[in-house]
T-cell receptor, first 114, second 114 residues
Framework: DTEVTQTPKHLVMGMTNKKSLKCEQH?????MYWYKQKAKKPPELMFV???????INESVPSRFSPECPNSSLLNLHLHALQPEDSALYLC?????????????FGPGTRLTVL | AQSVTQLGSHVSVSEGALVLLRCNYS??????LFWYVQYPNQGLQLLLK??????LVKGINGFEAEFKKSETSFHLTKPSAHMSDAAEYFC????????????FGTGTRLTIIP
């Protein structure tokens, strides 16, 4: 299995809602990532879990909260989002930590905040 | 600090013509370099990667790229464009050595003219 899966594919939420995005990989990779991608822009790194250690992009607001229940799963909890948070959220994984290996991307969750 | 510059946000080529997408990088250490392709409403797919082995790297779908240290370049080429090559292409750099961050260029949208 060489896939990274993400659910849901689309999500529409209000600014007071709480929702979660899910990401799963069964390639035995030890590093997993969350990216945010706005239209016509490159992906921006939000969080990295590498060997169960979390690294955070300090510009990411606290209304985004990652969780890594185990080495195959990565969740992104969303709370009190703003309309400007509407974007494509991409999950990725890599076998090698430390930036040497390629990252495998999931298809993304298209998030719309009303 | 690492950075990537992609010259030309839009490139149009005729079907069957040569594809050349330009990427220049800046890195304080020998870099790891990647080209990704993104089709509409999808995640990113790795085309090829350079990790300090052969300077001419062959990837999927007939693409290849040449690492030129003297020019700090990693341009992507394909001898004969196909309609299915129409997509967004991102060049990315990683410094490795424990640095998880993958820095993307701003992307080049490739259009194929029938």
């Amino acid at each position: 299995d060489t896939e990274v899966t993400q659910t849901p594919k689309h999500l529409v939420m209000g600014m007071t809602n709480k929702k979660s995005l899910k990401c799963e990989q069964h390639m035995g990779h030890r590093a997993m990532y969350w990216y945010k991608q706005k239209a016509k822009k490159p992906p921006e790194l939000m969080f990295v879990y590498s060997y169960e250690k979390l690294s955070i992009n300090e510009s990411v607001p606290s209304r985004f909260s990652p969780e890594c229940p185990n080495s195959s799963l990565l969740n992104l909890h969303l709370h009190a989002l703003q309309p400007e948070d509407s974007a494509l959220y991409l999950c990725a994984s890599s076998q090698e930590a430390g930036g040497r290996g390629e990252q495998f991307f999931g298809p993304g969750t298209r998030l719309t905040v009303l | 600090a690492q950075s990537v510059t992609q010259l030309g946000s839009h490139v149009s080529v005729s079907e069957g013509a040569l594809v050349l997408l330009r990427c220049n990088y800046s890195s304080s250490v020998p870099p790891y370099l990647f080209w990704y392709v993104q089709y509409p409403n999808q995640g990113l797919q790795l085309l090829l990667k350079y990790t300090s082995a052969a300077t001419l790297v062959k990837g999927i779908n007939g693409f290849e790229a040449e690492f030129k240290k003297s020019e700090t370049s990693f341009h992507l080429t394909k001898p004969s464009a196909h309609m299915s090559d129409a997509a967004e292409y991102f060049c990315a750099v990683s410094e490795g050595f424990g640095n998880e961050k993958l820095t993307f260029g701003t992307g080049t949208r490739l259009t194929i003219i029938p």
